[in-house]
């Protein structure tokens, strides 16, 4: 009871100083924003987060269990740009944090967490236009509780066969790519997007991304047919776009499934174009996520400040649910 009373007062005090943090650093041309998408429902993808880095929005995760979310690992380097191998150089963990239940940047609410510790891939590594085995985790000082309606998890899909995603791809079954475009000025919503989409063959994706890419002028950019899927919007005229918060790939014709998290989107004016989505694919690191969740599964959390909580029920109804808990202490 005492840390859940923690964490509700503290969302009272600092969602002030949450919601300034949240809004900044929204900086993007209209050339680099998703185009043409769709809002995401807001009660339906609670486990996708926005993770900010020394409090600028740096990419979206997947919470896979309540203190452990998966992103790209490129979005845990301490110079994403610069070419790195291992062992990688990372950024200080409580310069990490992730907002969870957050649909409206002009409006958040949720819950927010720091870092604890950051792990990626040891095969992750970056040289020239090529990044491969783009896989991070990140493990939280507190875990995000689903209270109130807060936070949800998505948990890894068993994979039937090692081909399970290669069929997928064969069948070109539907998928949806979730994230957030950052308002750079009012007319933007700033809210959740999902872009429908579609597996592509692989074969398809590498030509396109080269062709894309070959005219520009640091050379064309490379899909790795290994371990990375691709996917392309279903209507004409919808794209993502580089430097979106894109995160989870979720496909299937029957049933959505986590499949992949978002890579890169190749580099050109997605005004224009409709562009394929980069992911890299989670059944060939099954192991090794499954492995790292096992491990981290009972570690007790630090005993430092109570984690941010952003609010989406009015104070009233907060304060008569404690005074029942404490009455019934």
């Not at 509700?8 to 969602?15: A, F, K, M, N």
């Not at 269990?65 to 845990?76: E, N, T």
């Not at 109130?148 to 997928?168: K, N």
């Not at 570690?299 to 941010?308: R, S």
Request: glycine share 6%; aromatic share 8%; with cysteine.
């Amino acid at each position: 009871m005492e840390s859940q009373f923690g964490v509700i007062v503290v969302c009272c005090i600092l969602c002030v100083s949450g919601v300034e943090s949240v809004q900044r650093n929204h900086h993007r041309s209209e050339s680099l924003r998703i185009r043409n998408s769709t809002e995401a429902d807001p009660e339906k993808y609670q486990y996708v987060g926005l993770v900010f880095v020394d409090r600028a929005d740096s990419c979206s995760g997947v919470l896979l269990s309540p203190a452990i979310s998966i992103v790209g690992c490129f979005c845990l380097m301490l110079d994403p740009y610069s070419d790195w191998t291992y062992p990688q150089v990372l950024n200080a963990p409580d310069q990490v944090s992730m907002l969870i239940d957050c649909v409206d940047l002009k409006d958040p609410r949720g819950q927010m967490r720091v870092a604890q510790q950051l792990s990626v891939h040891r095969n992750c590594t970056k040289a020239g236009n090529k990044v491969t085995y783009n896989y991070g985790l990140i493990r939280f000082e507190e875990p995000f509780l689903k209270v109130f309606g807060f936070a949800d998890t998505l948990g890894l899909p068993e994979f039937e066969t090692p081909t399970q995603i290669d069929g997928m791809i064969q069948n070109e079954e539907p998928c949806e790519v979730l994230g957030w475009d950052p308002q750079i000025d009012e007319t933007y919503s700033g809210r959740m997007q999902r872009i429908e989409s579609k597996l592509r063959h692989l074969d398809w994706c590498t030509e396109t991304i080269f062709n894309l890419t070959q005219a520009n002028d640091f050379g064309p950019e490379e899909f790795s047919p290994d371990h990375q899927i691709c996917v392309s919007p279903v209507s004409e005229g919808t794209s993502g776009c580089v430097g979106d918060n894109l995160g989870p790939l979720l496909c299937g014709a029957k049933k959505k499934v986590l499949v992949g998290i978002f890579s890169f989107v190749p580099f050109q004016d997605c005004s224009e174009l409709s562009l394929p989505t980069v992911g890299s694919r989670l059944d060939l690191v099954s192991d090794w996520i499954k492995k790292y969740l096992d491990e981290n599964r009972a570690i007790p959390t630090n005993a430092g400040p109570p984690a941010t909580t952003f609010p989406n029920f009015n104070l009233l109804h907060v304060s008569a649910l404690l005074l029942l808990n404490m009455y019934h202490a």
